[in-house]
T-cell receptor, first 115, second 111 residues
Framework: GAGVSQSPRYKVAKRGQDVALRCDPISGHVSLFWYQQALGQGPEFLTY????????KSGLPSDRFFAERPEGSVSTLKIQRTQQEDSAVYLC?????????????FGPGTRLTVL | QKEVEQNSGPLSVPEGAIASLNCTYS??????FFWYRQYSGKSPELIMFIYSNGDKEDGRFTAQLNKASQYVSLLIRDSQPSDSATYLC???????????FGTGTRLKVLA
């Protein structure tokens, strides 16, 4: 595709509901990242995939957060039993290579509001 | 101390002036440095990256890196109102691929 796409763009959940956020990276991109961006803050790293392998999940804030990329392309970030503090924009980014100076291309984000 | 620090601003400059945005980082092992621009409600888009000490120029933008002092800056020459946005500094440390972002500096270019 032309760029990274994410769906849904907006999600409103009641506290305690489970949500699933989808990311379609740029075709052929090996690396995929999830970030969480609170209002007025910079994005914060959540997790990183290289193909289907989740190599770093150190940023996931709790065991309610789970991410997968089973076939090395599309990724899903799942949040169980959502809490109000989970309200944020969730950004997905992909990168073509495996070196630290490869640019990450960001999707439009999913704005999650937990009531 | 945060790993990557930026002044949140807002930084206001008149149209046509030079805007200077600064970023400091704490990990001496940091290897790659990125400047992203983020308009309100939009996703970050890359302006420049730098990984060697010195200056790197691209059009109206110049990135400057000083690893000894652990800072990286972005200069925007001939600032335009369309440059008004939040500028995010991102750092990649040795052995990782993830970005560590600063909080961003909000720039306002006044017409």
């Amino acid at each position: 595709g032309a760029g990274v796409s994410q769906s849904p763009r907006y999600k409103v959940a009641k506290r305690g509901q489970d949500v699933a956020l989808r990311c379609d990276p740029i075709s052929g991109h090996v690396s995929l990242f999830w970030y969480q961006q609170a209002l007025g803050q910079g994005p914060e790293f959540l997790t990183y995939f290289q193909n289907e392998a989740q190599l770093d999940k150190s940023g996931l804030p709790s065991d309610r957060f789970f991410a997968e990329r089973p076939e090395g392309s599309v990724s899903t970030l799942k949040i169980q039993r959502t809490q109000q503090e989970d309200s944020a924009v969730y950004l997905c980014a992909s990168s073509s290579g495996l070196v630290s100076y490869n640019e990450q291309f960001f999707g439009p984000g999913t704005r999650l509001t937990v009531l | 101390q945060k790993e990557v620090e930026q002044n949140s601003g807002p930084l206001s400059v008149p149209e046509g002036a030079i805007a200077s945005l600064n970023c400091t980082y704490s990990d001496r092992g940091s290897q790659s440095f990125f400047w992203y621009r983020q308009y309100s409600g939009k996703s970050p888009e890359l302006i420049m990256f730098i990984y060697s000490n010195g200056d790197k120029e691209d059009g109206r933008f110049t990135a400057q890196l000083n690893k000894a002092s652990q800072y990286v800056s972005l200069l925007i020459r001939d600032s335009q109102p369309s440059d008004s946005a939040t500028y995010l500094c991102a750092v990649v440390t040795s052995g990782t691929y993830k970005y560590i972002f600063g909080t961003g500096t909000r720039l306002k270019v006044l017409a």
